[in-house]
């Protein structure tokens, strides 16, 4: 893996989070539990999104689509945990 792959992710990850902590009201991590958050969030969309025959496309702007819905899959998973 490169410099420029992993600066990709993180930017990937970092603006997932961020986009998902604001549809997620309340649950914004700061920046680097926003990337973990969306790094996290694309992995969960990746095995979800291709189960149910949905797909984004390619591209970094898909990437970023396909990461913010994994990572609200996530923060609402994260938020139903917390109420239990």
């Known amino acids: 893996m490169s410099i420029e792959n992993l600066l990709v992710i993180l930017i990937v990850g970092a603006i997932a989070g961020w986009l998902a902590g604001l549809i997620v009201k309340g649950y914004g991590f700061g920046l680097?539990?926003?990337?973990?958050?969306?790094?996290v969030g694309a992995f969960v969309a990746?095995?979800?999104?291709?189960?149910?025959?949905?797909?984004?496309?390619?591209?970094?702007?898909a990437?970023?689509?396909h990461a913010t819905i994994g990572a609200v899959i996530l923060?609402?998973?994260i938020r139903l945990i917390?109420?239990?």
């Open 46 to 61: 990746g095995l979800i999104l291709p189960a149910i025959g949905l797909s984004v496309g390619g591209g970094i702007v």
């Open 75 to 77: 923060l609402f998973l």
């Open 82 to 84: 917390k109420r239990a």
């Open 32 to 39: 680097l539990g926003n990337i973990v958050v969306g790094i």
């Open 63 to 65: 990437a970023i689509i």
